[in-house]
């Protein structure tokens, strides 16, 4: 690099010298003459200017042979001069000169740097733009010929992101640099060393972790589905019979937040049948058995029935299902699906279909406006709630604990599962299956019925027992057992057992789910 400066200053310096010879020579050769128009230095230098710019004034020109000559240079320098400028700009126009001069323009914008130009990338790009009116997109690749125009303002520059992230000059907010690609991470090259930029990144995982290390976050697109599916679609009462097809990468997800989530009632009894290959997940977890029936219907608790024959060949529990959700990794299978079953199956119960895209007249969802968001992929404020439970947890106990940041997967896990029950608790206070949205005013009249019903011991024991119900799922998804006293290490816990063989003193433990509503409006107000 250094030698390169060397040179472009040396060719510079050899240019300026050569000039100003010229310029010399045409002034001593025209003053020496009593007919010359230019006899001074001025003049020689405006005859150049004129010269070499081809505009051709006329109001001087040389008469000496000398000056002849000299002028003669100039115009075959002239037509160099025209030719390499001309270069010069097409140059910046189509390199990364001109989006380096727009960044440098733009330091104040919110930047956000997309590695590449798919679907996703321009889904979340365009969702960004409509909710940060200071945002400034960037395209870390060339745009493609066959890519649509973004109806959003955006730069496309095939640069080092040391180079881009340098030119911010760390002003304003930091760059957010999005992978949209699975496990892209590892993979990209613009991705090396990104922790010793002062940036934030969020990159596209299939293994559900959450963080890496200070800077690197991780979002799992199926993990995604899954929260946004049972977060607009909430189990309701009446359903006892939940039918999954496919349980690939979104099968999996999706019954994941039903177990830790979908807890309504002490009396619940709701038979999950699952359709596809789950093998790998119930050998991952392990303790599922003690918490739900597994191939056996039962109406004392939960169940979960994995089949090993397809879902073609069970009529009967298609026509009694409450609900089918057609999660199939290959989302055309999925509407093949979809179409089978409504052309050949009697199926009086709702037919939730994964879709990409949206689909008239029909109950989908996953669609990438929906998961592809700010909200999904950043998580500010759909992680709000949990974060807030995390510090009221902090402020509560004497003992030193970690803040948002400083937590493992695990518990950041815990304390969304938590969060994303409230809309649950909001729904059986009220008795109100309408509510899909956590609102200030929901919350409140939730709170005060609380408040109310918790004087009658029966209402505050059931209250206890169903956020024990979903306490307990939790951590015996993620293969905690019942030990004498807590061992993060061993992932064992005291409280690991039934409802009933709990202390008085555990028991109030599982109030401190619940009176967290009235913190949780007063952040909502």
Known sequence: MKTRKRIYLSLILTTVLVYLGLLILLYCSESTSNNAVIRTFGDAFWYSLVTLSTVGYGDLVPVTPMGHLVGAVFLFLSAGIMVTLFGAVVSFLTSEGLPFF????????????????GVESN???????????????????????????????????????????????????????FLMKENDIGVNSRAINLHELPVEVYARTTNGQDKLSGNINFFHSYECCARQYWRSKPLCRHENTIVLIGFGNYGSSILERAILTNII?????????????????????????????????????????????????????LERADRIIICEDDEQEGWSIFWTLNKYYRVPGRIDLRSSRKAPGV????????????????????????????????????????????????????????????????????????ITKLTASAVKKAYDKYCRTTRQEAAKEMYRKLDHMRWLRFYLFYNWHYGPFRDDEARQHPMLCLYEELTEEQRRERDAAWELMGSIFAFLS
């Open 265 to 317: 009632s002490t009396e619940q009894h709701v038979a999950y049948h699952i359709f596809g290959d789950a093998w790998q997940f119930l050998a991952i977890h392990e303790h599922l058995g003690e918490v739900f029936s597994l191939n056996e219907e039962s109406e004392a608790g939960d169940s979960l029935i994995f089949h090993k024959e397809t879902w073609a060949e069970n009529h009967l529990i």
């Open 102 to 117: 727009l960044l440098s323009l733009q330091r104040q914008k919110n930047w956000y740097y997309f590695a590449d130009c």
């Open 123 to 177: 889904t979340l790009a365009a969702n960004i733009y409509k909710e940060d009116p200071n945002a400034l997109i960037i395209y870390g690749e060339k745009k493609s010929a066959q890519s649509e125009i973004p109806d959003y303002h955006c730069i496309y520059l095939s640069a080092s992101l040391h180079k881009i992230v340098a030119k911010k000059k760390n002003i304003g907010t930091k760059c957010r640099i």
């Open 363 to 434: 109950s989908y969802f996953g669609t990438n406006e929906e998961i592809y968001t700010s909200q999904q992929i950043i998580r500010t404020e759909l992680n709000q709630a949990a974060i807030m439970i995390n510090e009221l947890f902090r402020k509560s106990v004497s003992y030193p604990t970690r803040s948002w940041d400083e937590l493992d997967d695990l518990h950041r896990q815990s304390k969304i599962v938590a969060a994303d029950h409230l809309l649950m608790k909001t729904r059986i206070l009220l008795e109100d299956e309408t």
